[in-house]
């Protein structure tokens, strides 16, 4: 009994020893998995910063390089001779392309993070093809390369009027572009790219088709990962990043849909898209335009349209921009709703059954309640080939049409304000400043310079502007303190402003920066120019509404 006795006494301690070296083994692994994390963190707070400096650091002086050559260029300083002028080009090319690699580079990271959510709304697959053509057809001009948009014939599930879809336009419209822009510099000359789309009721099919060299089977798949090349000579023959189509991938996942390539029977390659969808009956079916009380709001809009696509579209960035907007389907119907309602301006279609719009201009500016409105002409031709008897419209935007450049032509045909208006650019890089303020030399504004939040804040006061350009990170503060003094300013807290940073504001951000109508602009993605043109529009639209409030208030 007391041999067994000693042999469970000492198989209990070899027992005990065992498991406290597997408690001492565990709580090792536990310190070096605690490390671990620490180290992670660490890395991945070292990473934010250097994102962070990367967004400023870089993207505020190139921006600066950017919009000083932009300028040269434009012969701001007079003309420049050939040899000049293609080293201005050189130039411009290789800043462009290192403006990419930034851009393309914190995209890529925002949206493996998530700091890049969507912003899903009702999407028209026929117009982002448009668009995305129209923003790609200098490069395939340039390239003597033709595109073609070929839409499925019409049927249950797939409208003439417009494939509809839930989605980021922009992002999607970034995935369009990407593809057309590879297809381009892998185009022969002469060739056509073809844009084909399909659809059934619970998704769509996007395919763009190229008649170039097409793509080696292997690498089919590993064309998507980063700064992949399908040769090593790529990057510096033909341009581009490398990450174009990973960024890509990533977009049209965040969409749960799928992107794939494969090779042509013939020459080239064909990348395919799939995303989602869910049909819906206003998708299909002619919703009746006329609305028989407007609602109050900031200035109402006529479109006139007979392409409810089309109207979709316009109506959608209109109300962003505050606009309330009433739609119509034909020439006869926008006669009768300028008469019965308060209209501030009339987007007008000139290829329409029965009344066109060359007659439908006619009859505005024949009747006394429809004379005096603003009328900016939608058309598919070229301003320049404008017939001599539209003379009566105050504007003209091309389609497909850039919503940019329809907000300029809104805002210069509605623009009664006498005087130059007053901006204020809040910006510390005075490198920057100066290309800024360069840019705005021809425009009838007279825009300052503050370099600091103190400096902004006594200009403020002293000399209210009517407009602010400010970039959010100040050398005695930053621009989220500034807005918040703004907002207790009765006589500023509605102060348009252009918020113009070197990184990418949050949702949540952007609902601390919001004074009255404001816009979010990301310096190395808009150059000084479009600044200038943004403001040009915001300035002249919310001077008009002023001016229409005081003589409403009159009267």
Not at 75 to 99: E, F
Not at 115 to 144: F, G
Not at 508 to 537: C, D, H, N, Y
Request: with cysteine; charged share 20%; aromatic share 4%.
């Amino acid at each position: 009994m007391i041999g067994f006795l000693l042999f469970a006494l000492l198989r209990s301690r070899r027992s005990v020893r065992d498991i406290s070296g597997q408690l001492t083994q565990a709580r090792e692994q536990q310190h070096q998995h605690n490390q671990q994390l620490t180290e992670r963190s660490q890395l991945d707070t070292l990473k934010d910063e250097f994102i962070s400096t990367v967004s400023h650091e870089l993207r505020t002086p190139l921006t600066s390089i950017r919009g000083a050559l932009g300028l040269l260029s434009s012969g701001v300083i007079g003309d420049v001779d050939a040899k000049a002028q293609n080293l201005l080009r050189i130039a411009v090319t290789n800043t462009d392309r290192l403006i990419r690699l930034i851009n393309d580079i914190l995209d890529i990271e925002r949206m493996e993070s998530g700091r890049a959510p969507l912003q899903v709304r009702r999407c028209s697959m026929r117009e982002l093809c448009k668009q995305a053509i129209e923003t790609m057809k200098p490069m395939a001009d340039s390239n003597t390369v033709h595109i073609d948009l070929i839409v499925a014939p019409s049927g249950p599930n797939n409208p003439v009027e417009g494939l509809f879809f839930d989605g980021d336009s922009d992002r999607i419209l970034q995935v369009l572009t990407n593809l057309l822009s590879n297809a381009i510099k892998f185009s022969p000359p002469a060739s056509t790219i073809r844009i084909h789309t399909e659809a059934t009721s619970d998704s769509i099919l996007l395919k763009v088709s190229d008649e170039g060299r097409g793509i080696p089977s292997d690498k089919l798949d590993s064309i998507f990962d980063r700064f992949q090349q399908v040769e090593p000579s790529d990057a510096r023959q033909k341009g581009g990043t490398g990450l174009g189509l990973s960024i890509c991938r990533s977009i049209v996942q965040q969409h749960s849909g799928s992107i794939w390539a494969q090779r042509n029977l013939g020459p080239g390659t064909t990348f395919y898209v799939m995303l989602p969808r869910v049909t819906r009956a206003s998708d299909v079916a002619l919703q009746p335009a006329a609305i028989a009380e407007v609602p109050s709001g900031n200035g109402t809009i006529l479109i006139c349209d007979d392409d409810p696509g089309i109207r979709t579209i316009v109506s959608e960035h209109l109300q962003r921009q505050g606009y309330t907007v009433i739609e119509a389907n034909s020439g006869q119907q926008t006669l009768t709703l300028a008469a019965e309602n308060q209209v501030e301006a009339i987007l007008l279609d000139l290829y329409m059954p029965g009344l066109s719009g060359w007659e439908t201009l006619q009859h505005l500016r024949n009747s006394p309640a429809t004379a005096n409105i603003p009328v900016v002409v939608l058309s598919v031709l070229s301003p320049t080939l404008r017939p001599q008897f539209t003379g009566d419209a105050q504007g003209w935007v091309q389609k497909p049409f850039n919503e940019k450049l329809l907000f300029s032509e809104l805002g210069r045909v509605l623009h009664h304000g006498d005087g130059p208006a007053n901006v204020l650019l809040i910006e510390d890089d005075f490198d920057l400043a100066n290309v800024v303020l360069a840019s705005f030399q021809n425009a009838a504004i007279h825009i300052e310079h503050a370099a600091t939040r103190q400096h902004a804040i006594r200009h403020c006061i002293d000399f209210p502007p009517d407009l602010l350009i400010l970039d959010l990170t100040l050398p005695d503060g930053d621009g989220f303190s500034l807005v918040d003094w703004l907002r207790q300013q009765p006589a500023l807290r509605s102060l348009p402003l252009v918020v113009y940073s070197g990184r990418e504001v949050s949702d949540s951000e952007m609902a601390k920066l919001r004074l009255g109508p404001t816009e979010f602009l990301t310096k190395a993605r808009i150059q000084p120019q479009e600044v200038e043109e943004l403001v040009v529009s915001m300035v002249q639209r919310f001077r008009s509404r002023a001016s229409d409030l005081t003589a409403a208030g009159r009267t």
